[in-house]
């Protein structure tokens, strides 16, 4: 090796090492606080609301937003959030608004940031009209105190946690994320997501649950609905007591479609690459194919129909005596 190139190399450690012992240095002062980085700062604004309202619309943008019951029955409006990059607190129309409100630089948006935004909106326990929600990188979390006529959640990425229930539809959307879904009532129910799990447990949907999924998990627990209606491209499906009035319709490219102690009138289903496995609670009539699997079903001529297809997986389902 050339003495200019062993130089350069030893200048390079000596540098490496100066530079680490002093983060290290400025990092103890700091208590290893790395929100200490950051250079965008956070404030915190609380806005009361004392006019009437029935319905709530959130739109952000990086903000986590939280609904909590209000103990002592006022309204209220908690806004962990960047300057210049506020949100806008009102009632308009009978409709509770929190809307962001950026008035940054272009170059302001440039920086370290290792803060988080925060909505937590405080309301007293009970009904309400419509709640909408649109958020772009955030979590969203609706606790069991409220009901409301119907809600809307689109976030494009962070997790969505509902146990409020709806006289209507329920209807919740995401990108990257998981959907958490329990105890409550809908008339129906759509869940999307593109990569993530869902998870939906004591939930009586008087309509179709509808769930569609491209890359994650499915887990059904303790569900009542009229049909379950369920697409995914990767991800098995776990059905445990769930129990549909008239359908069962589910596709899977790859993923296995599990059945415990699950029924509904009518089952349909479509793999290309899982194992269709489990109990039913009724005799049907089974109508099933698979290219390269074994199948293994009751022989019945009485019941509703379940036909399942397959190109790669067993089949190997029974019904409960």
Same mark, same amino acid.
């Given at each position: 090796m050339k003495a200019g190139v062993k130089i350069w190399l030893i200048t =390079?450690?000596? &540098?490496? &090492?100066?530079?680490?012992?002093?983060?290290?240095?400025?990092?103890?002062?700091?208590?290893?606080?790395?929100?200490? &980085?950051?250079?965008?700062?956070y404030e915190t604004n609380e806005h009361r609301i004392t006019e009437e309202f029935r319905s709530i619309l959130i739109r952000t943008d990086t903000a986590d937003i939280k609904l909590?019951?209000?103990?002592?029955?006022?309204?209220?409006?908690?806004?962990?959030?960047?300057?210049? %990059?506020r949100h806008e607190v009102k009632v308009a129309d009978g409709t509770l608004v929190i809307e962001r409100n950026d008035t940054r630089k272009w170059y302001e948006h440039i920086g370290i940031n290792f803060g988080a935004p925060k909505i937590t909106v405080s309301i007293p326990r009970g009904e309400y009209g419509t709640l909408s929600i649109t958020s772009g990188t955030g979590d969203t979390e609706i606790p069991d105190a409220f009901r409301f006529e119907s809600i809307s959640i689109k976030e494009s990425t962070g997790h969505v946690r509902n146990y409020?229930?709806?006289s209507g539809s329920i209807t919740i959307k995401t990108s990257t994320g998981a959907i958490r879904v329990g105890s409550l009532h809908a008339s129906s129910l759509d869940l999307s997501v593109t990569t993530g799990d869902v998870t939906v447990s004591d939930v009586t949907c008087d309509g179709d649950l509808a769930?569609?999924?491209s890359t994650g998990k499915t887990y059904l627990e303790n569900i009542a609905c009229k049909n379950l209606i369920s697409t995914g491209s990767t991800g098995r499906i776990s059905l445990k007591n769930v129990i549909a009035a008239e359908k069962f319709s589910m596709e899977r490219s790859t993923g296995d479609v599990i059945f415990d102690q699950s029924d =509904? =009138?009518?089952?349909?289903?479509?793999?290309?690459?899982?194992?269709?496995?489990?109990? &039913?609670?009724?005799?049907?009539?089974?109508?099933?194919?698979?290219?390269?699997?074994?199948?293994?079903?009751?022989?019945?001529?009485?019941?509703?129909? %379940?036909?399942?297809?397959?190109?790669?997986?067993?089949?190997t389902v029974s019904v409960l005596s």
């Open positions: =390079a450690a000596a &540098l490496t &090492l100066i530079g680490g012992i002093l983060f290290g240095g400025m990092m103890t002062l700091m208590s290893w606080d790395f929100t200490k &980085l950051s250079t965008n700062q909590v019951p209000s103990e002592d029955g006022t309204v209220s409006v908690v806004c962990h959030e960047q300057e210049k %990059c409020a229930s709806a769930i569609r999924v =509904a =009138a009518e089952i349909l289903v479509k793999t290309n690459t899982g194992d269709v496995i489990g109990t &039913l609670l009724s005799e049907k009539v089974f109508i099933t194919r698979s290219d390269t699997g074994h199948i293994t079903v009751p022989h019945s001529i009485t019941g509703g129909r %379940c036909q399942i297809t397959t190109d790669t997986g067993d089949i």
